[in-house]
T-cell receptor, first 112, second 114 residues
Framework: DQQVKQNSPSLSVQEGRISILNCDYT??????FLWYKKYPAEGPTFLIS?????DKNEDGRFTVFLNKSAKHLSLHIVPSQPGDSAVYFC???????????FGTGTSLTVIP | NAGVTQTPKFRILKIGQSMTLQCAQD?????MYWYRQDPGMGLKLIYY???????DKGEVPNGYNVSRSTTEDFPLRLELAAPSQTSVYFC?????????????FGSGTRLTVV
């Protein structure tokens, strides 16, 4: 039972444009969300987080938006750079839970 | 600062063999985790530990065992390897259960069972 879903396995974007990666979840108890970035043959690296008390969090070129009523979050990358080409995972947890549940990932390709 | 170190990076096992995947962290993190990632799938939690001497099962614990005798080390033991255990295994650690900085992951162990 996949509680966190990333329905787009891949996304291609031109350099300089906006990349939007989407994530949906089914468990309404989730209230803490993370995005990770993963390059081939490496472990995931933490990118940005958001808790349910916010609907937006920014860190440089990366912004995460949370819509709790729709159980949806998205990661915006502006402007996209070739070095952003990687697999992006979203993950969700409750504030008292012991594990994060991960989505299946979206492979982003930024075309120079 | 090495972060999370996993060994080996690659391993091929025959069905029925056993092995231990090593994981060590030098950040004095309380929480440690073992995840597996199958092709096209998200990471699934195998086991986790909230501190030395304390471990608990995650989503997919069958066929695995763990121990946490020190804060630094969290080895994962595979007994009687099966083809279904072919996967990439990631160890991770964090200071707390929920943090603004997520988990720190190791670079993974790619295991093939033939």
């Amino acid at each position: 039972d996949q509680q966190v879903k990333q329905n787009s396995p891949s996304l291609s974007v031109q350099e300089g444009r906006i990349s939007i990666l989407n994530c949906d979840y089914t468990n309404s108890m989730f209230d803490y969300f993370l995005w990770y970035k993963k390059y081939p043959a490496e472990g995931p690296t933490f990118l940005i987080s958001i808790s349910s008390i916010k609907d937006k969090n920014e860190d440089g070129r990366f912004t995460v938006f949370l819509n709790k009523s729709a159980k949806h979050l998205s990661l915006h990358i502006v402007p996209s750079q070739p070095g952003d080409s990687a697999v992006y995972f979203c993950a969700a947890n409750t504030l008292t839970g012991n594990q994060f549940y991960f989505g299946t990932g979206t492979s982003l390709t930024v075309i120079p | 600062n090495a972060g999370v170190t996993q060994t080996p990076k690659f391993r091929i096992l025959k069905i029925g063999q056993s092995m231990t995947l090593q994981c060590a962290q030098d950040m004095n993190h309380n929480y440690m985790y073992w995840y597996r990632q199958d092709p096209g799938m998200g990471l699934k939690l195998i086991y986790y530990s909230v501190g030395a001497g304390i471990t608990d099962k995650g989503e997919v614990p069958n066929g695995y065992n763990v121990s946490r005798s020190t804060t630094e080390d969290f080895p994962l033991r595979l007994e009687l390897a099966a083809p279904s255990q072919t996967s990439v295994y990631f160890c991770a650690s964090s200071y707390d259960r929920v943090t603004d900085y997520g988990y720190t992951f190791g670079s993974g162990t790619r295991l093939t069972v033939v």
